[in-house]
């Protein structure tokens, strides 16, 4: 099963720009799509943008589309995940999953300061 590991949260202020990461180790991740979800204070989970397995197919929710962009690194040790988000809101504030089969990572929180 797949280790997953997300670095590059923070605070940001509205209109800025940040960069989500997802290490993945001790799996087979590069077989298989990666997601990122989200989860605001008092809200459930959802899904934020999905990639597939070689990378070449990207799926993001309506509410981010145009601003947030997934991508992937499938290296020979670790599979990286990598969600850039621009023009962030404070809408966006939550915090940030990966997802790969049935395993999750911590979470990255996100802070858009308006």
């Known amino acids: 099963q797949e280790q997953l590991v997300e670095s590059g949260g923070g605070l940001v202020q509205a209109g800025g720009s940040l960069r989500l990461s997802c290490e993945a180790s001790g799996g087979t991740s590069s077989n298989f799509g990666m997601n990122w979800f989200r989860q605001a204070p008092g809200k459930g989970r959802e899904f934020v943008a999905g990639?597939?397995?070689?990378?070449?197919?990207?799926?993001?929710t309506d509410s981010v589309k145009g601003r947030f962009t997934i991508s992937r690194d499938n290296g020979s040790a670790k599979d990286t995940v990598y969600l850039q988000l621009t023009r962030l809101e404070p809408e966006d504030s939550a915090i940030y999953y990966c997802?790969?089969?049935?395993?999750w990572g911590q979470g990255a929180q996100v802070t858009g300061s308006s």
């Open positions: 997802n790969a089969r049935a395993s």
């Open positions: 990639i597939n397995a070689n990378g070449d197919t990207t799926l993001v």
